[in-house]
């Protein structure tokens, strides 16, 4: 989601009549306002978050902040003003974990509700475990012989959205074997045919890998599609978004300042599109690693 804009007296008046339900309007002087979104601005009664400029017109989101969408007429006041929520945007641009109860972060859903373990749908479970830790979730699981791709998901809101995450991992044993690669992170997965495209940090040889591999299923590789050498601190950040027409993968190493490592066609490798998103780790075919994921952060923008 864009950062929270902001400037002084942007005031104009709005070029021509709007019904309740436009979503670009023009006003007769945008000079004043923020060049791009996020802003707020005030028309009547009804507050809206412009999200995009282009020149004289807004793209908007009506009715926003318990307003009700209306219609409005030619040379109505068109305000930018300071709310509310742009207040809380600032505050959780800037620190993700404000307001928010220790040891580290807060787990919720698309409506920012808190939740745990509970609201999740194990992947490939086999006997792997999660358990509830004041506001974090830690996974464990003993080691395979073979891929298994095990982890949580839940159902992906609509797009455009994005769902980051903050997590540290662990590997109890096997952490210095020379085929040592245990993969943390995050997935795509499509519900009808259980394929599947993961952003990982891979464990491998005592060096940090950030990887976006395809599978056919929990157990079934089809490619790699990126991978790259970052120096990754732990707890690490990770990112998904998937604004309708592509799928966005981003990492950080403090929540605020985001690197987007790739970027690509939402259908690629699935059939239709991924509807779900979850967390997820991997044995990396060592059936002596005992593998544990802490999950520290996890919430929709």
């Known amino acids: 989601m864009k950062r ?5 007296n942007a005031v104009s008046t709005l070029g021509g009549v709007i019904d309740d339900t436009v979503t670009a309007l023009d006003v007769d002087d945008a000079s004043l306002f923020p060049t791009d979104g996020n802003f707020r601005i005030l028309i009547g009664s009804e507050i809206m978050l412009v999200t995009a400029v282009s020149t004289n017109t807004f ?20 305000t930018h003003l300071f709310t509310a929520e742009s207040l809380r945007r600032i505050v959780a641009d800037d620190t993700p974990f404000a307001g928010v109860t220790p040891p580290l972060g807060r787990i919720t859903d698309a409506s920012g509700n ?8 194990w992947l490939n479970q086999g006997s792997a475990t999660i358990s509830d830790h004041g506001g974090n979730m830690r ?7 073979s891929l298994n791709i095990r982890g949580m998901y839940m159902a992906a809101p609509s797009t455009p959205y994005g769902v980051k995450m903050c997590f540290s991992r662990a590997a109890v044993t096997g952490d210095n074997s020379a085929n040592d690669n245990q993969s943390f992170g995050m997935f795509f997965r499509e519900a009808a045919t259980g394929k599947i495209r993961w952003f990982v940090v891979r464990r491998n040889t005592g060096k940090e890998l950030l990887s976006i591999e395809a599978f056919n299923d929990e157990t079934t590789f089809a490619s790699s599609q990126i991978s790259q050498r970052h120096h990754v601190a732990w707890p690490t950040w990770m990112r998904l978004r998937d604004n309708g027409s592509n799928t966005l993968f981003d990492f950080s190493e403090d929540g605020v300042d985001w690197i987007e490592a790739e970027t690509m066609g939402r259908t690629l490798h699935f059939t239709t599109a991924p509807d779900q998103v979850g967390f997820c780790f991997n044995a990396g075919s060592v059936s002596t690693a005992q593998l544990s994921m802490s999950i520290h952060h996890w919430s929709f923008e």
């Open 139 to 145: 996974l464990y699981t003993p080691g395979s012989a």
């Open 114 to 121: 808190i939740i745990t373990s509970s609201s999740f749908t």
């Open 4 to 8: 929270e804009q902001y400037a002084n």
């Open 59 to 78: 793209t908007v989101v009506r009715g926003q902040e318990g307003t009700t969408a209306a219609s409005h007429s030619y040379g109505d006041p068109v």
